[in-house]
């Protein structure tokens, strides 16, 4: 069965400052990737995925995740954080022939002045 | 295009009441599912279906009930309600020829008193 493990349930950082979000997932079988972003009192929107092709993929507002097949991450990061990046963000994987999603436990990122 | 639309946004209920969330989506997608968010909990799927006709449990199905009469409407009834179910609760699209990717709706805020 595939689980995913986001390894730090809170992240503060400074703005400007670099951040990762990791994220290490497990499954017997090849899988899709996401993350996904939710803003204070928002629902959930796709950040990115990584469907084959390239490990390092790039989303919006500047993130990227890099997929790493031998360590089963798929790791978060953004080179210089604003204080509109405040928000949890889900790391989430699916088996190829499998139509459903399994999430992490989210991860609460907070930027300090 | 409006997406996946869900309704009421915020509803309070006494224990033991009943309700119904509404979902609809747009997109044509023959997959939906409900998940429940709570916090340290991640997101917890409650039922899915993979088309008209066809629904089916996921982790946490227990004091809810799903129908699935056309492909645009997945209604969340809740039979009994307890406090255990005051939640977040969020209807999903899933387009699968794009890699299993998941559109959510907005969410609904369901407190019971």
């Known amino acids: 069965a595939q689980s995913v493990t986001q390894l730090d349930s809170q992240v503060p950082v400074f703005e400007e400052a670099p951040v990762e979000l990791r994220c290490n997932y497990s499954s017997s079988v090849s899988v899709y990737l996401f993350w996904y972003v939710q803003y204070p009192n928002q629902g959930l929107q796709l950040l990115l995925k990584y469907l084959s092709g390239s490990t390092l993929v790039k989303g919006i507002n500047g993130f990227e995740a890099e997929f790493n097949k031998s360590q089963t991450s798929f790791h978060l990061r953004k080179p210089s954080v604003h204080i509109s990046d405040t928000a949890e963000y889900f790391c989430?994987?699916?088996?190829?022939?499998?139509?459903?999603?399994?999430f992490g436990q989210g991860t609460r990122l907070t930027i300090n002045p | 295009n409006a997406g996946v639309t869900q309704t009421p946004k915020f509803q309070v209920l006494k224990t033991g009441q009943s309700m119904t969330l509404q979902c609809a989506q747009d997109?044509?997608?023959?997959?939906m599912s409900w998940y429940r968010q709570d916090p340290g909990m991640g997101l917890r799927l409650i039922h899915y279906s993979v088309g008209a006709g066809i629904t089916d449990q996921g982790e946490v199905p227990n004091g809810y009930n799903v129908s699935r009469s056309t492909t645009e409407d997945f209604p969340l009834r809740l039979l009994s309600a307890a406090p255990s179910q005051t939640s977040v609760y969020f209807c999903a699209t899933l387009e699968s020829f794009s890699g299993n990717t998941i559109y959510f709706g907005e969410g609904s805020w369901l407190t019971v008193v």
């Open positions: 997109m044509n997608h023959e997959y």
């Open positions: 989430a994987v699916s088996e190829f022939e499998a139509q459903k999603l399994v």
